[in-house]
């Protein structure tokens, strides 16, 4: 079976419709923030933006597998001083829509843009929110796992009587922890705050993330030739490291430049060893819809 990814010229919207019920297994994109990517994709006032959402999270809904997640990477803007409500908004007429709102990761940018504002810091973070349709979805922990760190073996030298036990908060929340369970241990799992930096292959687009970013989240929620679904594409960051994973995927941008200059960094036709210890072909598709 071969490793596919497709790239479709148009309107989300509308060509999302041509993509079968129930068929894909993780949904990652960074859609237009409101009132930016003017130039490449008209820009949305804050106040239309989820108006102008909705229709596109119904189609993704509807082609997202029961067992799949969808991760949308988006911030705030500040509008007259504050910042605006229309990630909020959002939200809650998503979990109307029939989203579950499961998590929220913060991806940190370690190298953000230094600046100087009068009544505010710069931005060295954005959300990315995660929803599912059901309250059982695939999810593979192990694959993001991290090192202990230094931190575990003075921690974990002298054990009181009390870490060997299950300790219950004083606070009454119910949380408790065993600290001997982590004895012996060299990996642990990560927090839900994603430290990245934002250097990015592709400076030809008016907004990217780093590779790191889809990898993390394509390790977390999909395996090998399951298919991820990029509604934004813009460079393709997602689509080409989904493709390096041998996993499928499709991408979707109204933009014909970005979808050519995609087209060029992925390979057309290249060979790659799967579980079953054979050789395959990754194969690139590249359709034009109506916009």
């Known amino acids: ?14 060509v999302l419709q041509k993509i079968q019920d129930n068929s ?43 067992t799949g997640t969808f991760v949308l990477n988006i911030k705030e803007k500040v509008v007259n ?10 939200i809650i007429e998503m ?6 709102w499961t998590e929220e990761f913060i991806w940190h940018k370690k190298n953000c843009y ?21 309250k059982k979805f695939n999810m593979y922990q192990k694959e993001v796992m991290v090192p202990m760190g230094n931190w575990a073996k003075s921690r974990l030298k002298n054990l009181s009587e009390t870490d060997k036990i299950r300790d219950n908060a004083k606070n009454g929340s119910g949380f408790g922890k065993n600290i001997s369970n982590w004895i012996n241990r060299d990996m642990a799992y990560p927090s839900n705050v994603l430290h990245l930096a934002t250097e990015c292959n592709n400076k030809n687009h008016s907004a990217t993330f780093p590779e790191e970013l889809p990898e993390w989240f394509i390790k977390l929620f999909t395996q090998e030739r399951d298919t991820v679904l990029d509604p934004f594409m813009g460079s393709g960051t997602t689509n080409i490291v989904a493709q390096r994973m041998n996993r499928n995927s499709i991408g979707i941008d109204i933009s ?9 960094l992925l390979s057309p036709s290249k060979k790659v060893l799967l579980q079953n210890q054979t050789y395959e072909k990754l194969e690139y598709k590249e359709h034009y819809a109506v916009r």
Do not use: H
Not at 81 to 90: F, H, Q
Not at 95 to 100: A, F, N, P, S, T
Not at 256 to 264: G, H, W
């Open 1 to 14: 079976m071969k490793i596919k990814t497709e790239i479709l010229l148009g309107d989300c919207k509308n």
């Open 24 to 66: 894909i297994d993780l949904i990652i994109t960074s859609p237009p923030y409101a009132d930016q990517r003017k130039n490449t994709y008209g820009g949305i006032n804050p106040d239309k933006y989820v108006k102008w959402f909705l229709p596109i999270s119904k189609e993704l809904l509807r082609v997202l597998k029961p």
């Open 81 to 90: 001083g504050e910042r605006s409500t229309y990630v909020m908004e959002l």
């Open 95 to 100: 979990r109307k829509q029939g989203w579950m």
């Open 114 to 134: 230094p600046g100087k504002w009068p009544n505010r810091f710069r931005d060295a973070w954005e959300r990315l929110l995660q929803f599912n349709k059901e």
């Open 256 to 264: 014909a430049e970005y979808c050519k200059q995609v087209k060029q």
